[in-house]
C-alpha cells in the first residue's frame, strides 16, 4: 500500500476539489478523513494532520465532528515515551448504510454493507429474463425485510441505493434466449425514477460493469493499484478503467466497454470478446450437447460442468482476453489487469493463470504489459459496486465513477447528519 501522505495527495486530487467556501471546505476535508480512515484502518488526529496538511486544531474540530455523527469510532488511547497519548479513530461499521442492486440478464442481486463494506444482507432472485415488474417487486419487498431488519434507527441513516444494469437491455433478448417483445417494455421503464419513487433515499443508476470496476476500486484492489483495466466474466463480459485512483466512465457512461473489443477467433476471423469470453458461450455449448446450464446462474461458487468444455471454454476466453489486454495497454499504460466475474474462485483462478500463458505467446514489443491479477471482490461485485456509488458520492473523496442521481433526489447538506426519512 501507498505511504498515508502519498495516498492523501492522490485522494485531495480527485473529483471533489475543496470547496471556495467554508461549507465546501468543510465537506472536502470530512471526506478526506473518512477516505484516509477507509484506506488505512484507525489514524490518530496526528497522523491526520501530517497526511493532509491540515492543522492539528482543522483535524481534531474534523473528528469531533464525524465522532458526533456517529461515523467514527473512537479507540483505546496508545501511550509514547512522551506527550499526551494518542487516540485512533476507526470507522463506526453502523454509521451508515448502503443498498446496491445487481439487474442482470439472468437474475438480480440486493445487497445491503455496513459503512465498512461488509455485506450485512443479500437477496437473490434468478429468472429466463428480466420484466420490470418482476424487479420493482423484488426490489420493494427486499428494501423492506431490509429496512424492517434493520430498525428504524439505522434504517434513518441508510444513504442510498446503486443500481448496476447493463445499458439498453432490451437489445439482449436473442443472446438471453427471450421473445423478441419480451424485453421491449425496459425501452419506456425509467427502473431508477420507479425505484426512488419507492424509497425515501438518493438511487444511483450505473452501467453493470463499470459499477463492478467501482467495487474493486473501493472494496478491493484499489489500494494497490492506481491505474488498471478491469475485465468482468458475466453472463456477458464487460469492463471498466480505472486512472489516478478513479474509475473513468467516459463520455456516454461506457468507457471500458471491453466486450466490444475485436479479438481474433478460432477461425482467425476478427469478433468481439464478448462473443467467446462470455460465460453465455458456455451455456450455449452446454445446452447443445444437451447437459444442464442452470447451476451457471444458480450456483456460482460451485460449478458441476463437464470438465472438458469448461477447459476448452477457459483456453478460447483467456486466449481473447490476452488480445484485450494487449490492445488496452497500447492506449493506456496500465499497472495492472484485474479480472472477476460470475466465476466460482477456482475457476476464475485457472482462466488467470491462462490469461498469463496467453499474453507471453503475444507479440508486445514496445509495451509494457500489465500485471494479471484475480480481483479481490468476487462474484457479487456488481451489487456491491451499486452500493459503492452512494458511499463514494457521500463519503469518499474521488468517485466510484459518474452516476446518475434519481430526478428530485437530494443529498444530505454537506457535513450534516444522516437522519433520512423512516
Request: aromatic share 6%; proline share 5%; glycine share 12%.
Amino acid at each position: 500500500m501507498e505511504p498515508l501522505s502519498t495516498r492523501a495527495d492522490a485522494l485531495a486530487a480527485g473529483r471533489h476539489e475543496r470547496g471556495t467556501n467554508q461549507s465546501g471546505m468543510r465537506d472536502h476535508n470530512q471526506r478526506l478523513v473518512l477516505s484516509l480512515v477507509r484506506q488505512h484502518g484507525a489514524l490518530a488526529k496526528s497522523d491526520i494532520a501530517r497526511a493532509t496538511g491540515l492543522s492539528a486544531q482543522t483535524v481534531s474540530v474534523i473528528m469531533r465532528q464525524l465522532e458526533g455523527e456517529g461515523l467514527l469510532l473512537r479507540g483505546e488511547p496508545v501511550r509514547g515515551k512522551v506527550g499526551q497519548p494518542s487516540i485512533p479513530m476507526s470507522l463506526n461499521p453502523e454509521g451508515a448504510w448502503f443498498l446496491g442492486l445487481k439487474l442482470g440478464r439472468r437474475s438480480a442481486d440486493l445487497v445491503l454493507i455496513d459503512l465498512v463494506g461488509t455485506v450485512r444482507s443479500m437477496r437473490s432472485l434468478s429468472y429466463l429474463y428480466p420484466s420490470p415488474s418482476a424487479v420493482l417487486d423484488f426490489v420493494s419487498e427486499g428494501i423492506g425485510a431490509m429496512r424492517a431488519d434493520l430498525g428504524a434507527a439505522h434504517s434513518a441513516r441508510i444513504g442510498g441505493l446503486g443500481v448496476a444494469m447493463p445499458f439498453e437491455l432490451w437489445n439482449w433478448a436473442d443472446a438471453v434466449g427471450a421473445p423478441r417483445d419480451a424485453l421491449d417494455e425496459w425501452r419506456i421503464v425509467d427502473i431508477r425514477a420507479e425505484i426512488a419513487a419507492r424509497v425515501p433515499f438518493p438511487v444511483y443508476l450505473q452501467n453493470d460493469a463499470t459499477a463492478a470496476c467501482g467495487a474493486e476500486l473501493v472494496f478491493g484492489l484499489g489500494g494497490e493499484f492506481r491505474d488498471f483495466v478491469y475485465i468482468y466474466v458475466g453472463a456477458f463480459v464487460g469492463g471498466g478503467i480505472v486512472l489516478n485512483g478513479r474509475v473513468f466512465s467516459g463520455r456516454t457512461g461506457n468507457a471500458g466497454a471491453l466486450g466490444s473489443m475485436p479479438v481474433p477467433g478460432a477461425d482467425g476471423r476478427v469478433i468481439q470478446l464478448i462473443d467467446v469470453a462470455s460465460i453465455a458461450v458456455l451455456e450455449r455449448r452446454l445446452k447443445a450437447r444437451g447437459l444442464d446450464a442452470g447451476f451457471l446462474w444458480t450456483s456460482p461458487s460451485d460449478w458441476s460442468v463437464d470438465p472438458d468444455e469448461l477447459s476448452r471454454w477457459i483456453g478460447q476466453a483467456a486466449r481473447a482476453i490476452a488480445h484485450a489486454i494487449v490492445s488496452a495497454s497500447a492506449v493506456i499504460d496500465f499497472e495492472a489487469a484485474i479480472i472477476d466475474g460470475w466465476l466460482p474462485p477456482a475457476v476464475r483462478g485457472r482462466l488467470v493463470e491462462a490469461i498469463v500463458e496467453a499474453l507471453d505467446t503475444l507479440d508486445t514489443e514496445g509495451l509494457a504489459p500489465p500485471v494479471v491479477r484475480a480481483g479481490a471482490v468476487g462474484i457479487h461485485a456488481r451489487a456491491l459496486g451499486g452500493a459503492s456509488l452512494p458511499l463514494s458520492e457521500r463519503f469518499l473523496v474521488g468517485s466510484a465513477g459518474s452516476a446518475m442521481p434519481a430526478e428530485g433526489a437530494a443529498l444530505p447538506e454537506p457535513g450534516s447528519k444522516i437522519v433520512m426519512a423512516r
